[in-house]
Nanobody
Framework: VQLQASGGGVVQAGGSLRLSCTAS????????LGWFRQAPGKAREFVAA????????KYSDSVRGRFTISRDNTKNTGYLEMNSLTPEDTAVYYC???????????????????WGQGTLVTVSS
């Protein structure tokens, strides 16, 4: 499956953005979907993940309560709604998917086998 992340941009602190992750090549409904981010000079870190049906989610402590992950399997698309953004959220955001049929939501990078190209989010102070 090919993943395409979009929706990044420049936003002021306190603002909001919604990222999208669109899949092509096959349906995404059988895959756990995750979002990761990588700030300049830092390792890629887990942000959020969602189960195949969208009923179970997981967030990192740094974004819980501010970010919301969701998906629309009819559109083969996942979303990351980001609110109350701070400069510390500045990073390239990547969407990723686990292998088809794997149901466990994981926060480790190596658990995801399909990756999008990333979209840059810049939060200005």
């Amino acid at each position: 499956v090919q993943l395409q992340a979009s929706g990044g941009g420049v936003v002021q602190a306190g603002g909001s953005l919604r990222l999208s992750c669109t899949a092509s090549g096959r349906t995404l409904s059988s895959n756990v979907l995750g979002w990761f981010r990588q700030a300049p000079g830092k390792a890629r870190e887990f942000v959020a993940a969602i189960s195949q049906g969208g009923t179970t989610t997981k967030y990192s402590d740094s974004v819980r309560g501010r970010f919301t992950i969701s998906r629309d399997n009819t559109k083969n698309t996942g979303y990351l709604e980001m609110n109350s953004l701070t400069p510390e959220d500045t990073a390239v955001y990547y969407c990723a998917a686990r292998g088809a049929g794997i149901t466990v939501i994981h926060s480790t990078r190596n658990s995801y086998v399909f990756w999008g190209q990333g979209t840059l989010v810049t939060v200005s102070s």
